[in-house]
């Protein structure tokens, strides 16, 4: 794949941490994080040891959906800073040797966009035809489409009788994508964060923008599963001649410019098609972030993975927490044994060939938040009038130092509020503290493998064992038992037991290799 004595390109063994940006660390005390924020903790990044950084949107947004509602693409919101905090920003980072990728959000603008305001004011305005608006049926909406976040996709504009599509919050109004137009002004749009210096992009939902021009029926699988390959009127075929445009216009640009892309369906075939070598680089494989704790499990979807996108020279990325689920501590049964397991998870993640992803927070061991209802702010839990809580207790800021009620985070309250008892988790209390899940983590990403093949090792059933070259990754799932591989230990997730793993338990151990008994 890198021909020519090319270095391979950077975001084929990537770590890249996700920073949440009202979530992450707050300059000027108003509760919110920001780019300043951001900036005065790179440092920690640096010596985290990941490559780079993902930042959540932090574009000029009404905050429907916390920044994923954006009103202007080209801009920073001033709740997070100004475009000069964000130069600044990024000008650190690259000083420290990180990368800096910025989420896109293509597929809905807020109804606050100019074009949205446009369109409602003036039904033969121009930009009314940037978005989906249909006449209705039988007196209801032209479809019987469901939005993600609960309730119909489709919003009734009093006005003019026609009703407009949205596959999240009413406030959140799909583009159509048809319409050459948002195509172009998305060219300039890539151009202006390219021409700042991003060094690539974040495309969410980035199998939806174009929606089957027969709008066919959908018809919603209950219980509704997480993956989307269902949504037949999304994932159409005018997606790849998009990426592929999208591709040569960061290939425009020195220093191997990507797109990483959103792509919520379990087919890891089909996920392939979207990372072709014209196409997106990456694209997120979210079979781990709905995987249940099982050997056997976890195994399939990375043999599933592996396959599919070595089958077009893709490296494979793997995620077990972002903004979006539940925290990893917490889906693998909270407490000490969700812990334990998550830790093992580590090593697991950061083993395993290709681009890895770290949401902040995941390195701290924190848990999911139980927040009472009142302060949530998820429009999940308003759409569905609280069956589904929504992502909030994912998203409670990050505890830095000190003690409640902000742990450093903020000098004001912080949005969300943060757990009392979080002062053993900050970063501050972690740091050095032998054992700690960031020292673990600080551990692992400094001996992380990388570009090393990897090969299964036999093992016993509920047991995974691999190696990347000379380093061998033993986690015990659920077995009684897993010896430890020979080799000198680099690192465990937590304390063997007569010099073997206990359940819930990873290490990595250097071996001369040689004897490593490889299978298929
Ligand atoms: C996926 C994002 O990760 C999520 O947070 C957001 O709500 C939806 N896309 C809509 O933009």
Known sequence: MTGGGRPPEWWRDAVLYQIYVRSFADGNGDGVGDLP???????????????????????????????????????????????????????????????????????????????????????????????????????????????????????????????????????????????????????????????????????????????????????????????????????????????????????????????????????????????????????????????????????????????????????????FENHDVTRLPTRYGGGMEGLRRARAAALLLLALPGTAFVYEGQELGLEEVGLPDEVRQDPIFFRTNGRRLGRDGCRVPVPWEGGPPAFGFTSGPPWLPMPADWEELTVAAQTGEEGSTLELFRAALAARPRGEEFAWRESPPGTLVFARGDLVCAVNVTAERLELPEGELVVASNELRAGALPPGTAAWVRTDGSRAKETA
Not at 64 to 93: E, K, R, W
Not at 221 to 235: E, K, M, N, Q, T
Not at 249 to 271: C, P, S, T
Not at 292 to 300: K, L, M, N, V, Y
């Open 37 to 319: 924020g951001i900036r005065s903790r790179l440092p920690y990044l640096r010596e985290l040891g990941v490559d780079g950084i993902w930042l959540t949107p932090f574009y000029p947004s009404p905050g429907h959906d916390h920044g994923y509602d954006v009103s202007d693409y080209c801009d920073v919101d001033p709740a997070f800073g100004t475009l000069a905090d964000f130069d600044a920003m990024i000008a650190d980072a690259h000083d420290l040797g990180l990368r800096v990728i910025v989420d896109i959000v293509p597929n809905h603008t807020s109804s606050e966009h100019e074009w949205f305001r446009n369109a409602i004011a003036d039904p033969s305005h121009p930009h009314r035809k940037r978005y989906v608006f249909r006449p209705g049926r039988d007196g209801g909406p032209p479809t019987g489409w469901t939005s993600a976040f609960g309730g119909p996709a489709w919003t009734l504009d009093e006005a003019s009788g026609e009703w407009y599509l949205h596959f999240f919050a009413p406030q959140q109004p799909d583009l159509d994508w048809h319409n050459p137009e948002v195509q172009e002004e998305f060219e300039r749009i890539l151009r202006f964060w390219l021409d700042r210096g991003v060094d690539g992009f974040r495309v969410d939902v980035a199998h939806a923008l174009f929606k089957d021009r027969d709008f066919p029926p959908m018809v919603e699988p209950v219980p509704r599963p997480w993956h989307g390959d269902w949504l037949v009127a999304l994932l159409q075929p005018e997606l790849h001649d998009l990426y592929r445009r999208w591709r040569a216009i960061a290939d425009e640009y020195e220093g191997d410019r990507m797109y990483v892309g959103e792509i919520v369906i379990e087919n890891q075939e089909r996920v392939a098609q979207y990372v072709r070598p014209d196409e997106m680089q990456l694209a997120f494989n979210f079979a781990l972030l709905f995987a249940e704790w099982d050997a056997a499990d976890i195994r399939g979807v990375i043999d599933r993975t592996r396959s599919a996108l070595g089958a077009v020279g893709a490296p494979a990325t793997w995620v």
